[in-house]
């Protein structure tokens, strides 16, 4: 494979061949005729999709430093440039977006019926957005791709999305905003106070990175203009507000992206700047304490608030609190088996939010109604659904053996010599989830059948088999086997840790740094 | 680069070539109007002719801009400099966009007398001399040629209440402001025997700033405050853009703005450099709430009109963050934003031209309902020119707003630069639902927007300046460049004389 690769050049253009794949494929979607969108979309997305897949082999595991560097000189007098470059941690986040895009476009097949065009056009512009933000070397660059996400979403929320959208998508819009901008006065700032150090005008990532040392008493502030942007991304509570309006109202495919894709890019911002670029900070005692606890308080309250939800896909929205939580305790763990586990909670979640969300829309296509308590029953009516709904729900759970367990048990496993308390009282969090998600499931597919209008639901259809089909097999695969998926986020997990230790205070349980990470459940 | 002796009276002729072209061109339309004022041909004839008139203009503009000519010695009443040409361009690119705008605008709404064109091309005159002053008796003049130009123009829809009201508020404000104006540059005047901007920086560099100088500086503030509609003295603006016939009001909005802020960059940095420790806390204080209160008020707007009106007090306050820093660098991000803030704002007064059909000030955000779904293009045009406004990445507004935040980073300021994008934060609360309105909400009914008609002139600039805010947004590097020695070239002249 590495040779083929290689004959093609493949290292050379793949970067560039997936930012702009899917701009050139908005073009012939708005020429086509409204139903031909959908087919093109499909197409491109899923060229996408085979293009991506070579950078498995592409990447060498062993490396922790970007690879397949690319610079274009885009505003030279300004040190800016669009530089783009990949290693373990954005090579899988790629991979899930674009594996993620093609089944959302297969979801909206019959979910989208009005304005097709201008739906799959969005869906493209988002994607670009989307793999544009986990390539970009250069801050400029990630500024701009960060933000041009936010319109094709604000426009999937706002035309195709349900009765209370407006409201929804204003509100995902302007708080997704109010951090970025900050964010951006925290680039400026940085970049000009590096310059003015080392007399080198660069946005460039590794510039940056080298000589964040030189911030001194502004990095509180930076760091904390970061951390804002990234928080309301995450969501960490208490920025989680507009995490329940966007994702309920959120046509299917948009919950799934914005659940399965977006929520990650906050943590992934964690993990690429914000920590290594202020570790004196972020490491530091009082700011690692409050995150922790807001971490621990996202887990136990998004489980909470989970359980009592009467909407089905509200329930799911708040899970996504309750689990990206143990994300950001694992970054925040400070052991190569926490960041690995964050990593993992960060992939297996973007598979089974993701797949819940596809179930509640096909669910909802067929009834009209995300409401738990119209339902009861219904694994009768529709065997195969609910076989589906529950092994996903295992997996959202954190069921031994599928995907959801590893990331959960390395987090609690590496985060527990630093925080014992915190991690402890995450634990909870793990039982609370299969509280609500069991308890949903029982109202859901089992219980007698006593609404009439449930016997007459029909089963999925081949098209929708095909579109679970690759996240069900990711969720097993990843249960039993996630060793290749973690050889290729170890080094570049150890060279983060390394950046954040040289020079940052002590890290808790830095002395396990290096231990191998093997699982085999 | 060319020299040129300002001290004879060749020179200061061939250094006023914009100027008096333009001048030749509104005094030969005078005349054809003053024979045919009577048709839509009539009308159509002399609004073709002045744009004619401005681009000789901007070709004269360019002959200069382009030889690099400069002052031989000391600029003398007339400034030559990158920093005029850009100001002077982008107030030409005003001109003509009005004036595009406004040829099909007229006929539709029966406002046939040609001398519309003729105090347009006046007004753009006094605003290039406005750009241009090196002199405070200059800049004098500049603003009030340009100034009553536009009282009346503002008032040219004579069968209109609104339209009177907002010529006679403006008159009486604007009254005013020149004398607020004319007493500081009679306090400054006495006390450094000067009106060469050049020459009053010369004189307070070498001592501390005298009490009376200081006050002058206070009162010529305040003139040029009134003019850009910073807040506490924008009390003429939203009414003045609300009532003015629309392509005024984007003329306004961009062209007067525009030489206003150039005039306001000039005084402060050639004539007070030194005084940065008296001006720039004032600066300071009018951004900040021209930013909070435009956007503030803007929120809570029902008609578009109105509430782009509240917007572009907001933007005058972004305006003034990049003139706190006195420095090259913020004098380039006010040129570009300038040219950023001219390009979006003009395309949006022109869609908002043709969407209000007769009635602009009562067009509420609710009558762009399903815009979209019948008029794909005007809807996207607006779409952007609104992601502009907010200054979103791809769009030329961002670039702006982004030099603006660089200027005056560089400056060690983060009070500025924070409040700067907070209150962007507030706008997106209005800015949005306009997208929102068109994309989002169902028509009306499938036939509310058949009447719309964008003449082919208005069509064709509007879509040069969509094309325009995205091209330069994606690809702003020269412009970035041209800004940034445009700039460059203020100080420069400034500061040998300082020292002498």
Known sequence: MTQFLDSIAYGQWVLHALVLLPLIGVVPVLLGSESRAKHTALVVTTLEFLVSLGLWWALQPGVGTMQLLSDTPWIPGWGISYRVGIDGISLVMVLLTTLLMPLSVLASWRYITRQERGFYACMLTLLTGMVGVFIALDLFVFYVFFEVMLVPMYFIIGIWGGANRLYAAIKFFIYTMAGSLLMLVAIVVMVWKIQSVTGILSFSYDHLLEHAGVLGSTAPWLFAAFAIAFAIKVPIFPFHTWLPDAHVEAPTAGSVLLAGVMLKIGTYGFLRFAVPFFPQVALSPGVSRLIVVLAVIGIIYGALVAMVQPDFKKLVAYSSVSHLGFVMLGIWGGTVESVQGSLMVMISHGFSTGALFLLIGMLYERRHSRLIADYGGIARVVPVFSLMLTVVALSSIGLPGLNGFVGEFLVLLGSFAAWPWATGIATTGVIFAAAYLLWALQRLIFNPLDNPENERLTDLTRREVVVMAPLLFGIVWLGLYPAPVLRRMEAATARYLEVARQAGPAMPGQARLGATVEVRP | ?500
């Open chain 2, 1 to 500: 680069m060319t020299r040129l002796d300002l001290s004879t009276p060749g020179g200061l002729m061939l250094a006023l070539l914009p100027e008096i072209v333009l001048t030749v061109w509104a005094l030969l339309v005078l005349l054809v109007a003053s024979w045919r004022h009577h048709t839509e041909q009539d009308s159509r004839l002399a609004g073709w002719l002045s744009l004619a008139g401005v681009i000789t203009a901007l070709a004269a503009l360019a002959a200069l801009w382009v030889n690099d000519v400069s002052p031989d010695g000391l600029a003398h009443m007339v400034a030559l400099d990158g920093f005029r040409y850009a100001a002077s361009a982008v107030a030409l690119l005003a001109a003509g966009g009005s004036i595009l705008l406004s040829l099909g605008y007229l006929e539709r709404e029966r406002l046939l007398a040609p001398e519309y064109y003729v105090l347009l091309l006046l007004c753009t005159a006094g605003m290039l001399f406005l750009a241009g002053a090196e002199d405070l008796i200059v800049l004098f003049l500049g603003l009030e040629v340009m100034s009553v130009a536009v009282y009346v123009l503002a008032g040219f829809d004579r069968s209109d209440v609104f339209s009177s009201e907002a010529a006679l508020k403006y008159f009486l404000i604007g009254a005013f402001a020149s004398g607020f104006l004319l007493y500081g540059i009679a306090l400054v005047y006495g006390v450094t025997g000067t009106t060469n901007l050049s020459l009053i920086g010369a004189q307070l560099a070498t001592r501390e700033v005298p009490g009376m100088a200081a006050l002058g500086l206070g009162l010529l503030l305040i003139g040029l405050g009134f003019k850009v509609s910073a807040v506490p003295f924008h009390m003429w603006a939203p009414d003045v853009y609300d009532g003015a016939p629309t392509p005024v009001t984007a003329f306004m909005a961009t062209g007067v703005k525009a030489a206003a802020f150039a005039a306001l960059v000039r005084v402060l940095l050639e004539a007070f450099p030194t005084a940065t420790a008296l001006w720039q806390p004032v600066v300071a204080a009018l951004a900040i709430a021209s930013m909070v209160v435009g956007n503030l008020v803007a929120l809570s707007q029902r008609s578009l009109k109105r509430m782009l009106a509240y917007s572009s007090i907001g933007h005058a306050g972004y305006l003034l963050v990049a003139v706190w820093p006195g420095s090259r660098g913020g004098a380039g991000a006010v040129l570009l934003y300038l040219l950023a803030y001219g390009l979006t704002t003009l395309a949006s007064f022109g869609f908002l031209a043709y969407l209000g059909r007769g009635g602009e000030r009562d067009v509420a955000l609710d009558d762009l309902a399903g815009l979209a779904r019948t008029r794909p293009a005007i809807a996207f045009g607006l779409a952007v020119c609104m992601l502009s406004l907010l200054g979103f990445p791809g769009t030329v507004g961002f670039i702006g707003k982004w030099y603006i935040l660089t200027a005056v980073v560089a400056e060690g300021q983060a009070i500025l630069p924070v409040i700067l994008v907070l209150t962007s934060v507030v706008s997106a609360g209005y800015y949005l639902p306009v997208i929102m309105a068109m994309y989002m909400r169902p028509a009306p009914g499938p036939e509310t927007y058949a009447g719309i008609r964008l003449s082919p002139t208005a069509a064709g600039a509007v879509a040069i300046a969509v094309a325009a805010v995205l091209v330069l947004g994606i690809w702003p590097a020269d412009l970035l460049d041209l800004a940034g020695r445009s700039a460059g070239t203020l100080t420069q002249t400034a500061l040998p004389v300082a020292t002498p």
